[in-house]
């Protein structure tokens, strides 16, 4: 068993403390140290008061160490639907990993409902969607859903004003989804090529309509992203710093891994000395949209992901069970460190595992 000392209890809430914004009014601070949080209302009347609130656990209480999955049957019919995480578990940059379409195919067999949560959102879900069938998968559009969807859902669900702005720090997928959802927005790939001519007495200028600044992976990040950015934060009253998701690396190729959107969304965190509101995984805002719209329980569902700070911490957030995979980023030694707080109920090598193991217990 996993020890449940108080130093790391302390330790593991410090660990994950950067995902909980201090600026936003949908959150109840009542409980937290007037010294750490400071929340500054908001002031374009949106009606915080329904606005779902992604949230991450106040707690974690100790957990036994993950089991290698060794009876695939019995964990298939515990759960009526699985969500899995793309990247690294369904592919690797853009190469399928083996053994995904037959996966698929059984599980679909049997009845099970699949849906795919990603937190990449250089791509849209009509774009995810052509790259599932680029790859040979038949996957629809309603069972997609992007961090970049989130963000345009979480401004929805917000009722974010329709002649406020948005300022992307991000790529195609973010300005696709949130044209898809009727919000104006500036930046995205076309501030890539923009530079700054510092000169005595320079003084930039930015829109003081923007009401929300979205962080997502960049590949054109630059310098002038991030003042941009940051003045819209800091000078423009409740203008919202919303982050798809914080992961450290992503795969952009099947070669290594590459700085993730993490990256991008630490830069503006450090210059506007803010924490962002995220909407991709770990926070719970996916998995209460996912839950609601098609009428999931959550003790009926299992995440499979390939990282523990995102993936198996937002199954265990839902109140899901969790299977990690180890074809992703999370290798078994980082699984069992002693360092490591986040144990998944099982692990197993990949997900086509569910056909060798099908069987192999009775």
Known sequence: ????????????????SHFLPTTSP????????????????????????TAPKPRMAS?????????????????????ETFIFDCDGVIWKGDSLIDGVPETLDMLRSRGK???????????????????????????????IFASSFAAAAYLKSINFPKDKKVYVIGEDGILKELEL???????GPEDGGKKIELKPGFLMEHDENVGAVVVGFDRYFNYYKIQYGTLCIRENP??????????????????????????????????????????????????????NKFGILKSQICMVGDRLDTDILFGQNGGCKTLLVLSGVTSL??????????????????????????????
């Open 1 to 16: 068993m996993l020890s449940c000392s108080s130093h790391s209890s302390r330790a593991t809430l410090s660990a994950f």
């Open 26 to 49: 949908y959150f109840n601070f009542s409980s937290l140290s007037p010294k750490t949080f400071s929340p500054t209302p908001l002031n374009f009347g949106w009606r915080a008061a």
């Open 59 to 79: 707690t974690f209480p100790a957990r036994a160490s993950a089991q290698p999955l060794q009876n695939a049957d019995e964990l298939i019919d515990s759960v």
């Open 113 to 143: 409902r699949l849906v795919f949560v990603t937190n990449n959102s250089t791509k849209s879900r009509k774009q995810y969607g052509k790259k599932f069938e680029t790859l040979g998968l038949s996957v629809s559009e309603e069972e």
């Open 181 to 187: 959802a009727g919000f104006e927005y500036l930046g």
């Open 238 to 291: 409740g203008c919202l710093f919303i982050a798809t998701n914080r992961d450290a690396v992503t795969h952009l190729t099947d070669a290594q891994e590459w700085a993730g959107g993490g990256s991008m969304v630490g830069a503006l965190a450090g210059s506007t000395q803010r924490e962002p509101l995220v909407v991709g995984k770990p926070s719970t805002f996916m998995m209460d949209y996912l839950a």
């Open 333 to 362: 030694s980082m699984l069992q460190s002693p360092n490591n707080s986040i144990q998944p109920d099982f692990y197993t090598s990949k997900i086509s595992d569910f056909l060798s193991l099908k069987a192999a217990t009775v």
